[in-house]
Every structure is written in C-alpha cells, then in structure tokens.
C-alpha cells in the first residue's frame, strides 16, 4: 500500500474487555513496530517483527500483551482484559531495514489507534 | 541497555530565536541517531538522521560521542516548526529503535 495503515482509528472499551489493533505495513518491509503513545511517556517501545518472528519483546507491558505478525506483513497487537492505564495511542511503524547500512532504518508511521478504556 | 534522553518537555521561543531541543543517549555500541517531528494533526516522520549531516528545515543536528548527545538546532526559529520532536536511536545494525520522551516546540509570534 501506499503507507502505513491502521485500524481502528478510535477504539472506546469497557475495562476488562479484549481488543485487538491492527497494523498494514507497506509492502516489502520486513520491519514492523510497535509503540504506545501517551501523555507524558513519550513513545514507549513495544514490540518489534523482522518478517514473522519478534527479536524483542521487552517492552510488552504485562502479559495481556501479545502481539503477531503473520505472512510478513499485517500484524495484530492484542490487549485482553483491558485497564484504564492501557488508554493511549498505538503506533505501528515499519522500515526495510539494510544490514550494514548506518542510518538506513528510517521508520513510517502510521496514524495511530486511539484507545479508551472507560 | 539503550535509553535516549529529551530533558526538556516543553520549550518556548520567539519567532527569529535560535532554538535547541537537548537529546543525550546512553549505548555501548555504535548509535544510528535520528530526529523524528510530529506536527499538529500529521503522522510521525523522519526530520533528519546524524549519518546524512544535512540541513533539513534549516535543522542540523550533531553527534557527539564524547558527551553522547544529538542536540538539534536551528538558527532562526518559524512559527510552523511548532511541533512535537523525537529523539530516537537505533542499535547496531539499526533495527531496534527507541525513542525519547519528546519534546514540544512552541514558536511564539
């Protein structure tokens, strides 16, 4: 596609409901990002896909955090049991990152899903 | 471990001022250093990385690996480079990324 897309733009939840974000990278990157986005928190760091495997994990919240990638390309971030700490907006990103190549791994970003959980 | 540094949260200037928004890292390999801007109602995007040394915006940024920063800087601040500004840095064959807090420019007419 022609960029990064995701769905929903806005998601309002009950708390202690599932939801899942979805992420369309553009096509060929190999690269998919996770972020959150929060007033005061900056852009933290969530997961990150090179094709279908995630190298790091290490910024999933908790455990009610999953997220996949599939065919090297859509990835679904998942929140179950949803907290009222969870509202904020999540990012996808992607890039076709070059070995080797310093300053290579530029990211686009997409809008973002707005989640509230009231 | 990784962590990219944005002291300020919020700074305010003068159309015509020079401007500089701090960003300070901590890695202990090689760091790929970035910019990135959102403006108001538009996506995140790449403003400029340290490996290019370009002028971007009539931005530049520097990397100096003696006091790990990445401060970026403008001469002569416009009203539209109001904007929120990320700080990011990418490990060592540049694919994990992380980024700052970020840092909201407000440029007052």
């Known amino acids: 596609g022609a960029g990064v897309s995701q769905s929903p733009s806005n998601k309002v939840t009950e708390k202690g409901k599932d939801v899942e974000l979805r992420c369309d990278p553009i096509?060929?990157?190999?690269?998919l990002y996770w972020y959150r986005q929060s007033l005061g928190q900056g852009l933290e760091f969530l997961i990150y896909?090179?094709?279908?495997?995630?190298?790091?994990k290490s910024g999933l919240p908790s455990d009610r955090f999953s997220a996949e990638r599939t065919g090297g390309s859509v990835s679904t971030l998942t929140i179950q049991r949803t907290q009222q700490e969870d509202s904020a907006v999540y990012l996808c990103?992607?890039?076709?990152?070059?070995?080797?190549?310093?300053?290579?791994?530029?990211?686009?970003f997409g809008a973002g899903s707005r989640l509230t959980v009231l | 471990a990784q962590r990219v540094t944005q002291p300020e949260k919020l700074l305010s200037v003068f159309k015509g001022a020079p401007v500089e928004l701090k960003c300070n890292y901590s890695?202990?390999?090689?760091?790929?250093l970035f910019w990135y801007v959102q403006y108001s109602r538009q996506r995140l995007q790449l403003l400029l990385r340290?490996?290019s040394r370009e002028s971007i915006k009539g931005f530049t940024a520097d990397l100096n690996k003696g006091e790990t920063s990445f401060h970026l800087k403008k001469p002569f601040a416009q009203e539209e480079d109001s904007a929120m500004y990320y700080c990011?840095?990418?490990?060592?064959?540049?694919?994990?990324?992380?980024f700052g807090a970020g840092t909201r420019l407000f440029v007052k007419a």
């Open positions: 340290h490996i």
């Open positions: 990103a992607s890039s076709f990152p070059t070995s080797g190549v310093t300053g290579a791994n530029v990211l686009t």
């Open positions: 890695y202990s390999g090689s760091p790929e």
């Open positions: 990011a840095l990418s490990n060592t064959g540049g694919f994990k990324t992380i």
């Open positions: 096509s060929g990157h190999t690269a």
């Open positions: 896909f090179q094709g279908n495997s995630a190298p790091d």
